[in-house]
T-cell receptor, first 118, second 114 residues
């Protein structure tokens, strides 16, 4: 089936530095990628929707200058957490949108990235 | 607007017992409905999905769910729980349009007692 490869799986960074998270669709093209944030014992909160070749659409309350999303190709989307602070520590998950032919309406998820800012 | 309600935060069953995880949805358009499972520090794995075909949907690992429009429900069941079923379960809804986003319920933790 369809696979989205997300890296890194966990990262620890110092406060004030930037961290890049990558999501690659394997063997299929993902025209849309969703980025979520998940706090411990809570549900997934949609941060933004990215479409290949265009600017991402951010959900209300999400700082687009802090969470930079790039979707430059049909197989790669990246989320960069800029000037990270401890409150940005969380579990970040990407998901390929419903339109890829490999798994219609399956919304394939990456394995997640545990970010810890110290 | 769409929303999903998963009542309760924790369900505990004995191994071999019936698993029933409830999900009710609200949607102004015909919905697509999903159940996902999440193990600690992992992404979400699709268990099953309803996309306006058969109302009784069979998924992986012996799970199934029935779409009941009159009750706006999409409850997840499994006849016999296994220890490996212990995880977090999320119900989600989307509309049928292109690039529709998923709206998740708050999730339910399933524990399985030996």
């Amino acid at each position: 089936g369809a696979v989205v490869s997300q890296h890194p799986s966990r990262v620890i960074c110092k406060s004030g530095t930037s961290v890049k998270i990558e999501c690659r669709s394997l063997d299929f093209q993902a025209t849309t990628m969703f980025w979520y944030r998940q706090f411990p014992k809570q549900s997934l909160m949609l941060m933004a929707t990215s479409n290949e070749g265009s600017k991402a659409t951010y959900e209300q309350g999400v700082e687009k200058d802090k969470f930079l999303i790039n979707h430059a190709s049909l197989t790669l989307s990246t989320l960069t957490v800029t000037s990270a602070h401890p409150e940005d520590s969380s579990f970040y998950i990407c998901s390929a949108g419903p339109n890829h032919q490999a798994d219609s309406y399956g919304y394939t998820f990456g394995s997640g990235t545990r970010l810890t800012v110290v | 607007a769409q929303s999903v309600t998963q009542l309760g935060s924790h369900v505990s069953v004995s191994e071999g017992a019936l698993v029933l995880l409830r999900c009710n949805y609200s949607s102004s358009v015909p919905p697509y409905l999903f159940w996902y499972v999440q193990y600690p520090n992992q992404g979400l794995q699709l268990l099953l999905k309803y996309t306006s075909a058969a109302t009784l949907v069979k998924g992986i690992n012996g799970f199934e769910a029935e779409f009941k429009k009159s009750e706006t429900s999409f409850h997840l069941t499994k006849p016999s729980a296994h220890m490996s079923d212990a995880a977090e379960y999320f119900c989600a809804v989307s509309s049928t349009g292109a690039n529709s986003k998923l709206t998740f319920g708050k999730g339910i933790t399933l524990s399985v007692r030996p």
